[in-house]
């Protein structure tokens, strides 16, 4: 591939404190259009990985570059101002306001990023209608199955149409039904374009959706392959 990479990250570093690095000199390129999905063992610097891309921690040494941003010389302002506009993210327990309908909760990404009111209804309405989920609007979260939770915190994070998307264990919380519906949804958005990197220890979830899959391991690179084309 040519061009410069999505995401860049360059002899990235991580420690806490004392004891060993949780990422050691990692180096990571990812191209647009993938779908990266990173296994390991816990402690082998996985959620790390993703809290640097997203810029919700800085490294100790090297550099995160995102989308042409130097994310780790970003400030507070700066990184909440990324993340509403470049990146979407999706945790294992969906991070939903339960006090918020379906459609309060899709808009308030846009909201927060001061999208005109008509064009941000329309954009909800067309990724609820995308999803299969414009009929619970109205509804509140509580009342929704985890995986159709899962497709509104999914919509939530592309509100604002984000060049990456994130997702931490997106199947970890859910029932064997619920989890292929979710892998089935990624699988659907990288198809359409969307790049991807997700954290989990759902093999069939790598399996199924990644074009490529890399381990951790002490936070290392242990293993990196890319899947034969589907």
Do not use: W
């Amino acid at each position: 591939m040519t061009g410069n990479p999505l995401i860049d990250m360059h002899e990235v570093t991580k420690t806490y404190d004392t004891g060993p690095p949780v990422l050691a000199g990692l180096t990571l390129r990812v191209e647009a259009g993938e779908a990266l999905a990173v296994l390991g063992p816990s402690g082998s610097g996985k959620s790390t990985l993703l809290n640097l891309i997203a810029g919700l921690d800085r490294p100790s040494a090297g550099s995160v570059t995102v989308d042409g941003v130097r994310v780790d010389e970003l400030t507070e302002t700066a990184s909440a101002k990324y993340r509403r506009s470049r990146v979407g993210m999706v945790f294992q327990f969906f991070n939903l306001l339960d006090d918020l309908t379906v459609l309060d909760n899709v808009l308030l990404p846009a909201q927060l990023a001061g999208m005109p009111s008509t064009e941000a209804a329309a954009r909800a309405a067309e990724l609820l209608a995308h999803l299969g989920i414009d009929r619970h609007t109205r509804a509140h979260p509580g009342r929704l199955s985890g995986g159709e939770r899962q497709r509104v915190a999914v919509a939530r994070a592309l509100m604002n149409r984000p060049r990456l998307l994130l997702a931490d264990e997106p199947t970890g919380a859910l029932d064997n039904v619920s989890g292929e519906d979710v892998r089935d949804l990624l699988r659907r958005l990288n198809a359409d374009g969307q790049t991807i990197v997700l954290v989990t220890h759902d093999l069939a979830l790598a399996e199924s959706c990644a074009t490529r899959t890399i381990e951790l391991v002490d936070g290392r690179i242990a293993r990196d392959v890319r899947a034969v084309a589907r």
